[in-house]
C-alpha cells in the first residue's frame, strides 16, 4: 500500500526528507545530471537515543556523499541511469540498529523526475 506524496521534481520542490515512523522505504526519480540530497530525520522515531553511526550502502556503482546532523542522516546521491536501492543503516547509543530505503530511479536528463513515499 502507498501512502503519502508523489511530486514532481519540476516544481523545484527541493525537500527530500524521510520520517522513518511513516516510511521505511521511500522511491524517488532523479533525472542522471543531477546530484541530490535526501535525508531521513530519525528524531521522533529515536525518544533522546543519539545516532553513533550513519552507513549508507549500495550494490551499484553510484556516488554517494553522507553526512549525519544530530538525528538526520542525509546523502548526497547522483549516478547514471539505471535504478539503485539505497539503504541506510543507524547505530544508536543504546545499540539499536535500523534500516531504512531509498529506491532512486536515475532517469535520462529529458525525462520528468518524481517521488513517491511508500
Do not use: H
Request: hydrophobic share 35%; aromatic share 6%; proline share 2%.
Amino acid at each position: 500500500m502507498r501512502v503519502g506524496l508523489r511530486v514532481d521534481d519540476e516544481m523545484n520542490l527541493s525537500d527530500r526528507t524521510i520520517n522513518p515512523l511513516t516510511t521505511r522505504r521511500a522511491v524517488f526519480q532523479q533525472q542522471e545530471n543531477a546530484a541530490l540530497a535526501y535525508s531521513i530525520d530519525y528524531t521522533a522515531m529515536l525518544n533522546g537515543d543519539a545516532i553513533t553511526a550513519s552507513t549508507w550502502t549500495c550494490r551499484d556503482a553510484i556516488t554517494i556523499t553522507p553526512s549525519l546532523n544530530g538525528q538526520v542522516a542525509s546523502s548526497k546521491i547522483s549516478g547514471k541511469v539505471g535504478n539503485y536501492t539505497i539503504v541506510n543503516k543507524i547505530t544508536t547509543a543504546s545499540g539499536q540498529t535500523d534500516e531504512r530505503l531509498i529506491v532512486l530511479t536515475i532517469r535520462a536528463n529529458d525525462e520528468g523526475a518524481q517521488r513517491d513515499y511508500i
